[in-house]
């Protein structure tokens, strides 16, 4: 409170409007295998495009049905986090890109013939062979200064020509030893050279010049009493640097054969390829194509440090400028780690060669080559040697549950960030698994499981009971939760991406109807019946049920929900039970998702009045908080009758000395309507009937 001393006219702002928070209520977490993609976290998927973008199509060769599982969830909601695990087998895809040295022809200190018109034709292939274009220019050389005789040339050997550019020259200075080192300052500004835009051995540079007298000079100018001679052509050839010395090696950000370059049954181009364009001066481009059409372009090169090579790309996973993939400089097969103009210079000078020719005498030499003239060499390389590290058999267990501590696995979906409601791991129903999903949902509270009995060992109805009590060889302990709910049997989807038909898990549809309920209607709604439980993709299932089926499986002790082919109205999960077998209002699952969504509001309503002062005037605004909230739940048919108290008798003085601020909500659920019973009497003509 403002201590208000001098008289005057103050304003003091109070912000005393609490409501309820808003969370969104249709997040599914699904965990599986796939052929690409981020590995061990949550990653949110908005759309099926988007998963398939990420983590690859449906593939029979990965264990489980995350994809598949995960396309039909999509259907019914917008909001999916997908975690995709991989066994030590897994290995990112990769293409080695060989550096060249592009041609270059040095331009000796010269006298171009001060105020003589010169007439200079170039000509440039690339390192594919492709010729360009001749290209020709009359100059004329400034009648004095020597300074200026580098501008005038460097400016037609510019980077304006489309095509198969000429780079710009570069100046150079000469040491003692008449080694020509190529510079980026203002030295020696009457040298330099000029530089084919490709790199590698298959590019060439032709230059030839008419009606040109070039004199060898010395610094100051003056001629070294050499004949003059007439340049008629000079032709140079670039250079490709073995592999086994120094080469750029492009990985995939993750793991996955899904990145590997080829063909799919139809025909349709598959994978991954890069593919490097060079440009006129010392960029080139390096474009990601990801099933034919490119996906990624980035301008590159190793003169300025704002495109640097690997600066641009990225160099490992934690640093994602590119979405699919990293880039590192290698030599003799190790990484380079070359992340800088000077080390990269160090490193290259001791290694590269460039072939130049001198054009006046129109020898070839062989001088230091600057990082200035190397380039990759141009083509498309295919990504290849991606393995997804999804085996196909019990071993995948420990990866798929994960490390609780590294929050690997299944375990990646704990965190309250992600708001998920429901989760599932299509396909994969070991026994350890399920139990490690239950567990997870019972100690987070966030979500509930959808689980169910393997296909291939439940073929009947008994079975599925036994299996659900822990009496098979596939489980060997009952599921007893309100957070988990058990879904049979399998049901029959054809799937575009394989096309063919495919037995699904069932969990992946009790899931689904528990996100499309909360989409359609609210969160606390049965999933189930003709309203919200009706399948339409599915065409068969694995077992017919009748009612006496659905009887055993839904009574007596038992908790599995049927999911039921009725002749007229279609495929049905008909039934919403939680594997609790206590007779509470939290064996059913519309009931289990009424608690999960009123916790995650209160948690996020009410954390503002942690540390405020704990006395009276605290327990009214809790109060004024809570009672809206469930209010508002009553008005959309979750409760029936509510109440909420918090004050002095549950806040006793043992609780406000421990620092504890209590409330308690008394609550009625509203329960669905699973049976519809009408009674029929009939009596005799002589009975009365009133209305």
């Known amino acids: 409170m403002v201590n208000i001393v001098s008289p005057g006219v103050y304003v003091i702002e109070k912000d005393i409007s609490n409501y309820p928070a808003t969370i969104d209520s249709t997040t599914v977490g ?20 988007r998963l398939v973008d990420i983590f690859g199509d449906p593939s029979e060769a990965v264990a489980g049905q995350g994809i598949v599982g995960s396309l039909e969830i999509l259907e019914a909601t917008n909001r999916l986090y997908y975690v995709r695990v991989a066994s030590d087998s897994a290995k990112q895809a990769s293409a080695t890109i060989p550096l060249g040295v592009c041609p270059a022809v040095a331009v000796s200190a010269c006298n171009l013939g001060k105020g003589k018109a010169v007439t200079i034709k170039l000509k440039v292939r690339d390192h594919l062979g492709v010729s360009g274009y001749d290209y020709e220019k009359t100059y004329s050389i400034p009648a004095t200064g020597y300074d200026n005789q580098f501008n005038a040339l460097a400016g037609i050997f510019g980077t304006d020509l489309d095509g198969l550019k000429v780079a710009a020259a570069f100046p150079f200075t000469t040491d003692p030893n008449g080694v020509k080192t190529p510079t980026a300052t203002d030295t020696g500004k009457i040298n330099g050279y000029i530089v084919g835009s490709a790199a590698g051995s298959g590019a060439a540079l032709y230059v030839s010049a008419s009606d040109a007298i070039f004199l060898p000079l010395d610094k100051s100018g003056a001629t070294d009493g050499l004949t003059a001679s007439l340049l008629k052509e000079v032709t140079v050839s670039g250079a490709t640097i073995a592999v086994s010395d120094t080469n750029y090696l492009v990985e995939t950000l993750y793991p996955g054969k899904g990145y590997n370059l080829g063909t799919t049954p139809d025909g349709a181009v598959s994978g991954n390829s890069i593919e490097v364009d060079p440009k006129g001066g010392p960029s080139f481009v390096v ?10 372009s980035f301008k590159v090169s190793f003169l300025t440090q704002k495109n640097f090579l690997t600066d641009t790309i990225n160099i490992s996973e934690d640093n994602k400028v590119s979405d699919y993939i990293q880039g590192n400089m290698t030599e003799n097969g190790s990484k380079a780690n070359i992340d800088s103009i000077g080390s990269f210079a160090d490193q290259a000078s001791e290694i590269l060669t460039a072939a130049t020719v001198d054009m006046v005498s129109g020898t070839s030499t062989q001088t230091g080559a600057n990082p200035r003239f190397i380039k990759l060499v141009q083509g498309t390389y295919a990504l290849s040697g991606g393995d997804s590290g999804a085996p196909t058999s019990p071993a995948y267990i420990p990866e798929i549950i994960g490390d609780p501590a590294k929050k ?5 979906l704990d965190d309250d960030l992600l708001n998920l409601t429901v989760a599932v791991i299509p396909g994969l129903n070991d026994q350890a698994i399920q139990n490690a999903l239950i567990t997870l949902a019972e100690t987070s509270q966030n979500f509930i499981a959808c689980v169910s009995p393997p296909y291939q060992a439940q073929d009947s109805v008994q079975e599925a009971i036994d299996w659900s009590n822990g009496f098979s060889d596939e489980r060997t302990a009952a599921i007893n939760s309100s957070y988990a709910a058990i879904y049979w049997p ?27 309920t909360a989409a359609v209607s609210e969160l606390w709604f049965a999933p189930a019946g003709f309203v919200r439980g009706r399948l339409t993709k599915p065409s068969q299932t694995q077992v017919a049920l009748n009612q006496g089926d659905r009887d055993s499986l ?4 038992n908790a599995i929900n049927p999911i039921v082919n009725f002749p007229q109205q279609g495929i049905t999960i008909f039934g919403q039970r939680t594997s609790q077998r206590d007779p509470t209002a939290l064996d059913r699952v519309n009931v289990r998702m009424l608690m999960i969504y009123i916790r995650k509001v209160l948690l996020l309503s009410t954390q503002r009045f942690a540390f405020e002062p704990n006395d009276s005037i605290l327990w009214d605004k809790i109060e004024a908080t809570v009672n809206p909230l469930l209010d508002d739940i009553k008005r959309r048919r979750g409760i029936t009758e509510f109440a909420v108290i918090c004050d002095e008798t549950v806040n006793t003085p043992l609780r406000v000395d421990r620092n504890e601020v209590w409330c308690k909500i008394l609550l009625k659920p509203t329960k669905a309507a699973e049976a519809v019973v009408f009674e029929v009497n009939v009596t005799s003509q002589s009975a009365k009937i009133s209305g």
């Open 30 to 49: 699904v965990v599986g295998f796939a052929d690409k993609g981020p590995t061990n976290e949550a990653t949110l998927i908005t759309s099926q495009e």
């Open 490 to 516: 399998w049901v029959k989807t054809f799937i575009p991406s394989l096309e063919e038909d495919r037995w699904l898990d069932p969990a992946i549809y009790g899931a689904r109807q528990i996100a499309y």
């Open 554 to 557: 839904y009574s007596g002790g």
């Open 287 to 296: 474009t990601l194509n990801d099933k034919g059409s490119t996906k990624e």
């Open 408 to 412: 690997t696995g299944l375990y990646a």
